[in-house]
């Protein structure tokens, strides 16, 4: 079983600073880690997903991640964002064996980007 | 061409009645999910389908029945509805056989039981 913990419900920024939204994970078997962003009455959307390989990720929108298997991490990450980045973030966590479709999703955190 | 597909967007209903949402995808998946969020934005699956069996079900009341008449449709039925039923369902599907693959979601259904 997996477990994914999101450390910040809210973060508020301002436009063009820099964001880091923090997902932590816990798994006893090796996982594939997702990013999802949910807009406003929308669904979710793949933002990126780490499978192997290269442990920073780039994704859409100009965002990236970073897997430390170490501290068992996936941290997003964009240098400067957007008024239109404010939404829901969700990290999400599958094990290697199972579909990826059926994951675990994190609490959420909702970033607001202030002008 | 819309990927995964659900009707209604939004649904409103008295308890104890019994409604039903619609889910299409046209992505060629062969599995399809139904995942719950509710009003803090937690989302939590309930069910999943792979090649239209069920091969996920989590701990969901039995008044929710998914079904599932081809790899391309998921649709849920809900019966006697519960104020506590109220959420958004959103529905998913992704290619089963790929690792790693990510599930592709629906708009959502907003149900709201009164």
């Known amino acids: 079983a997996q477990s994914v913990t999101q450390l910040d419900s809210q973060v508020p920024v301002f436009e063009e600073a820099p964001v880091e939204l923090r997902c932590n994970y816990s798994?006893?078997?090796?996982?594939?880690l997702f990013w999802y962003v949910q807009y406003p009455n929308q669904g979710l959307q793949l933002l990126l997903k780490y499978l192997s390989g290269s442990t920073l990720v780039k994704g859409i929108n100009g965002f990236e991640a970073e897997f430390n298997k170490s501290q068992t991490s996936f941290h997003l990450r964009k240098p400067s964002v957007h008024i239109s980045d404010t939404a829901e973030y969700f990290c999400?966590?599958?094990?290697?064996?199972?579909?990826?479709?059926?994951?675990?999703f994190g609490d959420g955190t909702t970033l607001t980007v202030k002008p | 061409d819309t990927a995964v597909s659900q009707t209604p967007k939004y649904l409103v209903t008295q308890m104890g009645n019994d409604k039903s949402i619609k889910c299409e995808q046209n992505l060629g998946h062969d599995t399809m999910y139904w995942y719950k969020q509710d009003s803090k934005k937690f989302l939590k699956i309930m069910f999943s389908y792979n090649n239209k069996e069920l091969i996920i079900n989590e701990t969901v009341p039995n008044r929710f029945s998914p079904k599932s008449p081809d790899k391309a449709h998921l649709n849920l039925h809900i019966n006697s509805l519960e104020l506590g039923d109220s959420a958004v369902y959103f529905c998913?599907?992704?290619?089963?056989?790929?690792?790693?693959?990510?599930?592709?979601f629906g708009q959502g259904t907003r149900l709201t039981v009164v």
């Open positions: 798994s006893s078997v090796s996982v594939y």
């Open positions: 999400a966590v599958s094990d290697r064996y199972t579909n990826a479709g059926k994951s675990t």
């Open positions: 998913a599907s992704s290619q089963g056989t790929g690792r790693g693959t990510e599930a592709f």
